[in-house]
């Protein structure tokens, strides 16, 4: 287990599978399942909701236990901590995590995520950052690119909120974060 | 045959042709009946007016049998056809064989004669008789002697006599010559009117010439440039570069002030306005903006300065 100074990720025994007992867990022991990304398609988007933040709180449950806690983590580099956040959150298999920041907003770039729902992976993104830092966050969808790359807008609710409407009106994602930043709205 | 043989036949031929050229007319009318009983043929061979002459007696001796080869290369040219007038019903007892022609064969010729151009049988007749037997000697080409005297002798068969038609290759009568000299006459005659006389022409003088300089020097300097050479009539010392003109290019042309129509309309008569324009004088640039502070820039360092800035949002 890497200590919470450890500013990089370490990955091994992150998932144990005792093929005895026909069990599979995490590091911490909690009990893991393997499952098809194609069974989550079938869910409705409340459903991937729950599950989504349910997997993401997980997964920053993790970073806090390696980096000491919701106040290791935040008092941890932004290299350290979306280090770990990215590499747990692949160890579950949900994509490739890199973070931007756009004046005062969080963005992040979600690449080969395995589920094409956004609610599903803004609540995965949402519930591990929240249980990483100890701060509850929303996230938001930005839109996703020609190569797959989803981005998501990470901060209050009210403001995620708002970040909807403006992407639904038709607004690219710079135009959002620019009108975040007090701009016109 | 040999040349005697021929020659022996060629005499006895020619006193036959004697005899009955001296027989009194009616004696040879009376046998015409005779040769109309004979076949057509024959009576194409019938030439009598023409082979008196052309078978003279010394026209046969030894020498002037080298006259015969070289009628027969004058034939051979481009003769016109006999014009003689023949006596038809003097034409029909006499009987002339084509073997004549083989007359010309052993002779023994000199150099000139091989060539064929030169007409030696005319040089080599005797004078007296060059007169009477040159016309017929060309007229009546002896390489066909019978096919020309057939031409000849083209005239209204007589009423007893079958007349078969001409093959299409036969010779056609030819045109009289007076036609053809009238013809001939015609083209004469100038088409065109004469050529000029040599000489210029000289071009009419127009209504009303245009004046022009002339084109000698002036006696004066006028008309001379300051380095000896001439200048082209027409063009005055005042226009030339030399006196001091200078020469305007496209775009040096001084501006024309015209005052608008409007305007002028509007004065009026003897009052001039202008107006009086105050531009102001501004600097092109000038640093008018200016700054204090900075814009703050959120740079954090941890991650829970980042979510402090984006839950601030």
Redesign the interface.
């Known amino acids: 287990m890497a200590s919470p100074t450890d500013p990089s990720f370490d990955p091994t025994g992150a998932v144990r599978f005792d093929l005895r007992a026909g069990s599979a867990s995490d590091s911490q022991g909690a009990r893991l399942v393997l499952v098809p990304s194609d069974a989550l398609e079938l869910l409705g988007a409340e459903a991937l909701t729950a599950i989504g933040l349910h997997m993401g709180r997980a997964c920053g449950a993790r970073v806090a236990a390696r980096l000491g806690g919701d106040d290791g983590v935040r008092s941890s580099s932004l290299e350290v901590a979306v280090a770990h956040l990215s590499g747990e959150l692949a160890v579950a298999g949900i994509g490739a995590v890199h973070v931007e920041r756009w004046g005062r907003a969080m963005v992040v770039i979600v690449s080969n995520p395995c589920v094409a729902d956004d609610a599903f992976v803004g609540a995965v993104l949402a519930g591990a950052l929240s249980a990483a830092s100890g701060r509850e966050v929303t996230a938001a969808a930005l839109g996703r690119e020609q190569g797959g790359e989803a981005r998501y807008f990470l901060g209050s609710a009210a403001t995620a909120e708002r970040v909807e409407e403006l992407v639904a009106s038709g607004k690219a994602y710079a135009e959002v974060v620019a009108i975040l930043q007090g701009g016109s709205s | 045959m040999s040349a005697n043989e021929k020659i022996t036949r060629l005499q006895n031929l020619l006193e036959r042709v004697q005899t009955r050229g001296v027989q009194p007319r009616e004696a040879r009318t009376n046998g015409a009946s005779a040769a109309f009983a004979a076949p057509v043929a024959q009576a194409a061979y019938v030439a009598p007016e023409v082979a008196e002459p052309t078978f003279d007696a010394p026209a046969f001796e030894e020498p002037d049998l080298e006259m015969m080869p070289a009628a027969t290369a004058d034939a051979s040219s481009s003769v016109p056809p006999p014009t003689v007038d023949y006596d038809v019903e003097s034409d029909m007892e006499v009987e002339v064989s084509s073997e004549v022609v083989e007359v010309d064969i052993d002779i023994d010729e000199p150099m000139a004669l091989e060539s064929g151009a030169q007409p030696v049988g005319q040089q080599t007749m005797p004078p007296g008789e060059m007169e009477e037997e040159l016309e017929p000697l060309v007229a009546a080409p002896l390489e066909e002697p019978a096919a020309e005297l057939e031409e000849v002798v083209d005239e209204p068969p007589p009423a007893n006599e079958i007349e078969e038609p001409s093959p299409s290759s036969s010779r056609r009568p030819i045109a009289s010559e007076e036609p053809a000299a009238e013809a001939y006459s015609e083209e004469s005659a100038p088409r065109h009117t004469p050529p000029p006389e040599s000489g210029k022409q000289v071009a009419a003088a127009p209504s009303n010439p245009p004046s022009r300089n002339p084109s000698m020097p002036p006696p004066s300097l006028e008309g001379h440039t300051l380095i000896g050479g001439w200048r082209e009539p027409g063009l005055g010392p005042q226009l030339g570069p030399s006196a001091g003109s200078p020469v305007r290019g496209p775009g040096t042309e001084p501006p024309v002030h015209i005052a608008p129509p409007a305007v002028a309309a509007a004065q009026p008569s003897g009052t001039r306005l202008s107006p009086d324009v105050t531009r102001p004088n501004l600097p092109a640039r000038a640093n008018v903006a200016s700054f204090q502070g900075a814009a703050p820039v959120?740079k954090?360092?941890?991650?829970?300065e980042?979510?402090d800035?984006?839950?601030?949002?």
């Open positions: 959120a954090p360092k941890t991650l829970g980042l979510l800035l984006t839950l601030g949002l």
